[in-house]
């Protein structure tokens, strides 16, 4: 079992569309966690960061992280085409070294 | 500014050859990473340099991948004897600080083991 659990998708949605992504992690150690998002023959970005449980949220984007059931997730509001791209999650303790899930494709069509 | 970059952008090797990556971080950046992405998969971390100290090799998959930071600048990920299953993305990130969410990546060096 890897550290941190991703479903691949694709995830195709509707331009508008509410997204939700999600990711478990095995290491309860885990205490930084993070979201990338990656274009097609890009690196990855980084989209949101959090430290420890809660919520946090920038403009369309709200990670939520629930250190108890050791669950993460992004949720996308009014998603737009330009959305779509493979999305990272992933985690890190005190060496700040990343372990990263294998990502989702999204696709938002028109 | 220029951010992270990665050449080349493409790479073909025979199996059995040696093959070198670059990496050029954004200027000023103590902080270097490599990582190898395969199809549909996430990054892996293979190393990290704090300057031209390798501090964290603990990622490399065998002794046939090296990796050199000289002047604690540009970076050099040396892979020798190329086997099938070294073909994959080859990410560098570059960062100020040691921090969790201060990497930044370059578009990778894909390369292709025949």
């Known amino acids: 079992q890897k550290e941190v659990e991703q479903d691949p998708g694709p995830l195709s949605v509707p331009e508008g569309a509410i997204v939700s992504l999600n990711c478990t992690y095995s290491?309860?150690?885990?205490?930084?966690f993070m979201w990338y998002r990656q274009y097609s023959r890009k690196g990855p970005e980084l989209l949101m960061y959090?430290?420890?449980?809660g919520n946090k949220e920038d403009g369309r984007f709200t990670a939520q992280v629930d250190k108890s059931s050791k669950y993460i997730s992004l949720f996308i509001r009014d998603s737009q085409p330009s959305d779509s791209a493979t999305y990272l999650c992933a985690t890190s303790g005190g060496s700040y070294i990343p372990t990263f899930g294998r990502g989702t494709s999204l696709i938002v069509h028109p | 500014g220029a951010g992270v970059s990665q050449s080349p952008r493409y790479k073909v090797a025979k199996r059995g050859q040696d093959v070198a990556l670059r990496c050029d971080p954004i200027?000023?950046?103590?902080?270097l990473f490599w990582y190898q992405q395969a199809l549909g998969q996430g990054p892996e971390f293979l190393t990290y340099f704090q300057n031209e100290a390798q501090l964290d090799k603990s990622g490399l998959p065998s002794d046939r991948f090296f990796a050199e930071r000289p002047e604690g600048s540009v970076s050099t990920l040396k892979i020798q004897r190329t086997q099938q299953e070294d073909s994959a993305v080859y990410l560098c990130?570059?960062?100020?600080?040691?921090?969790?969410?201060?990497?930044?990546f370059g578009p990778g060096t894909r390369l292709t083991v025949l």
């Open positions: 290491n309860s150690a885990f205490q930084y």
């Open positions: 200027s000023g950046h103590v902080s």
């Open positions: 959090t430290y420890s449980s």
């Open positions: 990130a570059s960062s100020p600080v040691l921090a969790p969410d201060t990497q930044y």
